[in-house]
């Protein structure tokens, strides 16, 4: 068991993980300021963004790219500098590092290295929208971004689709609307869902409604805006597989079960429909699809 301890301040061979403003520069801490002014190098995943932010708070701390293509080569490189006592501080453009951003392979690489790692406290877009969405707030599910491949997004979606937590995506202005059908697609479109945009900038905003009414709000409407997607937990879901004899099926082989032991079909879909929050006409028509 490796045990990291803290002494208060620390300044050499310490990798500190901080965050930066998702929009309102206002949000960003005396406490970052104070790390990114001592330490001898920034790791940035875009200089000339994060240059934009150490002018505006006078910090002259010399930066260094860190970001999803050159992160093989450069992990190294910062390893061997945090071992010869430097100390770094690992930015990415807005928000906590590692979340949805560069930084977790740097992480683990400091501490199989004995590195202290030391993470500051800051803006992370998925709980400042989850605590307004009017979601219930815990249990919730950070996922980040789903895949983009429709069909592999999907597949993803019906795995998720009877967790009981609220989930938490990140999506693309161009990617929303497909998204959001895909999520229809899977968890119904009665499923509660929040869109929060822009959040701590002029234009922030939140929407709120089923997840088929946010699909006509996308057809209807320019998407502007990086989004957080917030979607309801499934509360008709049993507690446990223990209780549902039918949950390790597919929704079709659910309602045959159900059917066979001696339920109308129609009653057997409303029940398997409204346990996993899927539309119960589709899963009527793949019912009678496979029964022809």
């Known amino acids: 068991m490796k045990q990291q301890k803290s002494f208060g301040k620390q300044t050499d061979g310490t990798l500190y993980l901080v965050p930066t403003p998702i929009g309102n520069l206002g949000d960003m ?13 920034i790791a940035a995943e875009d200089t000339r963004h ?30 061997v500098r945090l071992q010869a006592g430097e100390s770094i501080a690992q930015v990415s453009d807005a928000g906590m590092p590692s979340i949805s951003d560069p930084g977790h392979e740097l992480v683990k690489a400091a501490i199989l290295a004995d590195v202290p790692v030391v993470p500051i406290p800051g803006a992370s877009a998925g709980i400042t929208a989850l605590i307004a969405s009017g979601l219930a707030p815990q249990p919730f599910m950070f996922y980040g971004f789903l895949p983009r491949k429709p069909k592999e997004q999907l597949r993803e979606l019906e795995t998720l689709r009877n967790h009981r937590e609220t989930m938490i995506f990140y999506e693309a202005p161009h990617r929303l609307g497909k998204t959001l059908q895909s999520i229809e697609k899977a968890f119904g479109a009665d499923r509660q ?55 390790e099926l597919s929704a079709v082989d659910a309602v045959k079960e159900l059917v066979a032991s001696g339920l109308k079909p129609t009653a057997a879909i409303k029940k398997i429909a409204k346990q996993r929050s899927l539309d119960r006409q589709a899963l009527y028509l793949k019912y009678q699809g496979e029964n022809k």
């Not at 801490?29 to 190098?41: F, G, K």
């Not at 932010?53 to 050159?70: A, Y």
């Not at 929060?196 to 997840?211: D, I, S």
């Open 50 to 79: 994060t240059q934009q932010l150490l002018n505006q708070f006078e910090i002259t701390t010399k930066q260094i790219s860190f970001h999803e293509h050159n992160k093989e080569t450069r992990i190294p490189e910062l390893v």
């Open 193 to 247: 869902v929040v869109l929060a945009r822009e959040l701590t900038k002029r234009y922030e905003e939140f929407l709120r409604g089923t997840v088929a009414e946010l699909v006509v709000w996308t057809n209807n409407n320019e998407v502007r805006g990086e989004f957080v997607v917030l979607v309801a937990g499934n509360d008709d879901v049993l507690e446990s597989s223990d209780e549902d004899p039918l949950a």
């Open 29 to 41: 801490t005396n406490r970052s300021i104070q790390v990114m002014q001592a330490v001898d190098v």
